[in-house]
């Protein structure tokens, strides 16, 4: 009987005394393999972590097996919002909560049992790594890449702070589901838009699910168009409209500008300024989702104004209305009643001219067609010639030209949140914004400050943090005391592992650039558009800077799925509906959750949990255990066709489908092979060999009590410095069978042949059958029939 309790101890302090995984940073094969670190919550380590962790730990355990040079670390995403909404509630410092987390995490980490380096941990609301993320910032301020301004933003009334658009999800907050508004505020900015064109062309080549690609390609939102410039009538105004349909100029019947556009205090005629006022204030309340939904009626309301359409110099009405956004293009659109939908409803509800310039049947229409009413493009039908042709007419009277739009916004970074990196910027009075010296960073977060949310920074209530001298001067300054939003944090960490005692610098240059990018990232799909976005962004600007010599941070990537509840729901522990790890590694042990999470599962889809599943699992490993116990020292040379046959075919699928991550057609190979060596076992005495191969197998997936094997059958430890089994490929085939001895139809012998006998000498063999010989001794034979890969038939006399 295996006793997983002691030997899982047992050998994993076996690994860490000796040291078995360390990184040999000498070594030139390196492979990075990284999953996404963990945010340290009280809640414990769940399944998913389980998940996320132990599957991949088999590739990389794999890939040692297989002469690589695995590098493997663990950290945390130790600052946050979570640590601090629980010190609001409970008076416990985030600080001491998260260290406290962090520790118990560890452990229940280290009982998996993972090649994880330890010694490159990262921690990000550590001084010594939030120096270097407010470096980052200081870098990105001095490139002018890190910017302040004012902006509409998003804002959580529960939360009381701002979030970035991608914490927005339908509207609501991300973390606590209260609905976003939008506040006007003076923000901090990184310039993520100046690389929109390189993230988005850089998704071609990156090995990564085809849909995460998709969900940052329309985050990032290019459009291609026009921007074309309207005069406002009566004065020397202008505004740009930006247009995806510049052929359809001469159906603009008016135009539109958000609401938060500044041209619409100064052209709003007296007569309307009070409309427009309440307008104003009504879209200001509501959040982009809604106003953009195609659902909700539309709104708005005349500035008074005209507009003149410089195509053919017609006055068009400038009105306001929420559904166009003062974000996007230009913030102004030119209004084409008769071709687009959101024009069409919002002209036919303010009785607004709607003229056709494509023929169709209904309107409004979208489609292709011959233009009509439009001069110069009449009679044309090719939509990119139309747009052409007006595009250079535009161009020659200087009223417009080609342009591109991206959905993708700068990024928001500063939050009104204390467990942060403060960013590291200081306001005087004589020089206004200076950067923080890079020599008196870190800019150390305080630890006695009153953080209880009031939509203002928790630093600014803390004196002797606000209160400082001016790098420049020396006089009297004060301190920013928003703090960075902590997608900052996770958006170079993977850069950090490789150099994370380094003091000077934040890594040093050759060591990131021999060590990355990272060759399999493994983590959530819920991060396409965030961190993966940012971790892009930042690679990409400090290769800009100098720092790096690489485009992308992560070569591969794979989203592992996600484990449901027996019932097939998502857990929760409001639901009450989590299945714990701790309770399975105390009643099977890590190798066998392990085994069960590669084997129940494919790996990107997950699934519903099952006992029933972990305990087949169980009973495998014991079965197999039970091969090795009762191995009886046969240490022969002999060779068996079917078990070779079954042993190469094994091998060779696994080593296909482990690169894929789908370890779960790797453990049921594993078990065939399992299967023929009990049925072989029961008839012969099993040769060492095929034990030690077993073991090799499944050592990557459950190493644990493969460690324990190799020492039963006589090995020093460790397996894991061990080779994988590598394929013969002339076993890949049975070159033998059974060939079939019958006299009249009735078997009477069978002997293993080669496949390659031709019909003579089968024959041959089977009239040397010792039973043959018996049955047909003194008979007369009459003929001899053979069927090549299957029987010989003696056919008799009498
Ligand atoms: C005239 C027109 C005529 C348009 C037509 C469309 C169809 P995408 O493809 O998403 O980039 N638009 C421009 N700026 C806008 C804003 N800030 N808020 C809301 N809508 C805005 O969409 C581009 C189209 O969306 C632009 O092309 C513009 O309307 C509108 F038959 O211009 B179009
Ligand atoms: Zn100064």
Redesign the pocket.
Same mark, same amino acid.
């Given at each position: 009987m295996y006793n997983f309790k002691e030997n899982e101890k047992k050998w994993q302090e076996y690994w860490k005394k000796n040291k078995i995984y360390k990184f040999n940073k000498e070594r030139e094969d390196k492979i990075y393999e990284l999953e996404m670190f963990s945010y340290p919550s009280g809640a414990k380590l769940h399944m998913g972590h389980w998940y996320n962790y132990s599957v991949p730990d088999a590739w990389a355990r794999y890939k040692r097996m297989t002469g690589h040079n695995v590098f493997n670390p663990m950290g945390f995403d130790a600052f946050g919002l979570p640590a601090e909404n629980y010190a609001i509630k409970t008076g416990v410092h985030p600080k001491d909560s998260t260290e406290k987390n962090i520790e118990t995490m560890i452990k229940q980490i280290e009982a998996i049992g993972g090649i994880f380096d330890w010694d490159n941990d990262v921690i990000t609301c550590k001084e010594e790594y939030y120096k270097w993320t407010q470096w980052m910032f200081l870098q990105l301020y001095k490139n002018k890449k890190a910017y302040k301004k004012e902006a509409p933003v998003n804002y959580c009334p529960s939360c009381n702070t701002v979030l970035a658009n991608e914490q927005v999800v339908g509207g609501e907050c991300e973390r606590c589901g209260s609905t976003v508004i939008r506040k006007n505020l003076s923000q901090w900015f990184f310039k993520i838009t100046d690389y929109a064109d390189e993230l988005l062309e850089g998704l071609k080549n990156l090995d990564w699910p085809e849909k995460t690609k998709n969900l940052q390609k329309n985050w990032i939102?290019k459009?291609v168009?026009a921007t074309v410039t309207f005069e406002i009538k009566g004065t020397s105004k202008t505004f740009d #409209?930006? +247009?995806? !349909? @510049?052929d359809?100029l001469y159906?603009?019947t008016y135009c539109v500008l958000?609401p938060e556009n500044p041209l619409v205090d100064e052209i709003t005629t007296e007569e309307y300024k009070d409309k427009v006022k309440n307008y104003k204030l009504e879209a200001s309340k509501m959040s982009e989702i809604d106003r953009?939904s195609t659902v909700k009626e539309k709104t708005g309301v005349w500035t008074g104004a005209y507009a003149i359409n410089p195509i053919n110099g017609k006055e068009v009405p400038i009105w306001i209305s929420d %559904? @166009?956004?003062?974000? %996007?293009? +230009?913030?102004? #659109?030119?209004? @084409?009643p008769?071709?687009?939908e !959101?024009?069409f409803e919002f002209a036919s509800k303010f009785s607004l001219d709607i003229i056709p310039v494509i023929e169709s049947e209904n309107l409004?229409y +979208?489609g292709n067609g011959k233009y009509i009413n439009s001069n110069i493009l009449n009679d044309l039908t090719d939509r990119d010639e139309a747009k052409e042709k007006m595009i250079s007419k535009l161009e020659k009277i200087n009223k417009g030209k080609k342009s591109t739009?991206y959905?993708l916004r700068d990024w928001l970074v500063s939050r009104q949140r204390y467990w942060g990196a403060p960013i590291p910027i200081i306001y005087c009075e004589d020089c206004g914004t200076v950067p923080v010296l890079e020599k008196d960073l870190p800019v150390k977060l305080p630890y006695n400050v009153e953080f209880a949310p009031d939509g203002k920074s928790p630093l600014a209530k803390s004196e002797e943090f606000v209160n400082c001298k001016c790098p420049k001067c020396g006089k009297n300054a004060k301190r920013e005391c928003d703090t960075l939003d902590t997608f900052v944090c996770s958006s170079w960490y993977y850069l950090r592992y490789p150099d994370a005692f380094n003091d000077k610098e934040p890594f040093n240059k050759k060591v990131v650039d021999k060590m990355l990018p990272v060759d399999v990232y493994i983590g959530g799909v819920e991060h396409a558009c965030m961190h993966l976005l940012y971790a892009r962004f930042f690679t990409k600007a400090l290769r800009d800077m100098g720092y790096l010599s690489f485009d992308e941070p992560f070569k591969r990537l794979i989203h592992q799925g996600m484990i449901l509840d027996p019932e097939g729901q998502k857990m929760s522990k409001s639901k009450g509906n989590t299945v714990s790890p701790d309770e399975y590694i105390e009643k099977y042990g890590s190798d066998a959750l392990r085994a069960y999470l590669m084997f129940g599962f494919n790996y990107v889809d997950g699934g519903p949990w099952s006992d029933d599943g972990i305990k087949a699992i169980d009973k495998f490993l014991g079965r197999v255990y039970r091969l090795v116990e009762s191995y009886d020292g046969n240490n022969s040379k002999e060779r068996y066709d079917d078990v070779d046959y079954v042993l190469n075919n094994t091998i060779k699928s696994i080593r296909e489908d482990i690169e894929k991550f789908q370890m779960n057609t790797c453990i049921a190979r594993i078990m065939e092979y399992v299967n023929i060596l009990t049925k072989k076992a029961s008839e012969i005495s099993l040769p060492k060999f095929y034990l030690e191969k077993l073991t090799l197998l499944l050592a990557p997936f459950t190493p644990h009590i493969t460690e324990e094997m190799w020492e039963k059958l006589g090995h020093t430890p460790s397996i894991h410095n061990e080779k994988y089994p590598e394929v013969d490929e002339n076993k890949l085939e049975i070159k033998t069978y059974e060939m079939v001895i019958q006299v009249n139809g009735k078997v009477r012998g069978k002997e293993t042949v080669s496949k390659d006998l031709t019909e003579k000498e089968m024959e041959k063999v089977a009239l040397e059958n010792e039973n043959a010989i018996k049955f047909t001794k003194d008979k007369q034979i009459i003929k001899v029939i053979t069927v090549p890969g299957k029987l010989v038939n003696i056919v008799i006399k009498g």
């Open positions: 939102g459009s168009g #409209v930006f +247009t995806t !349909r @510049v359809t159906g603009c958000a953009t %559904y @166009v956004l003062a974000t %996007y293009g +230009t913030g102004a #659109v030119m209004a @084409v008769a071709h687009d !959101r024009d409004p +979208t739009s959905k």
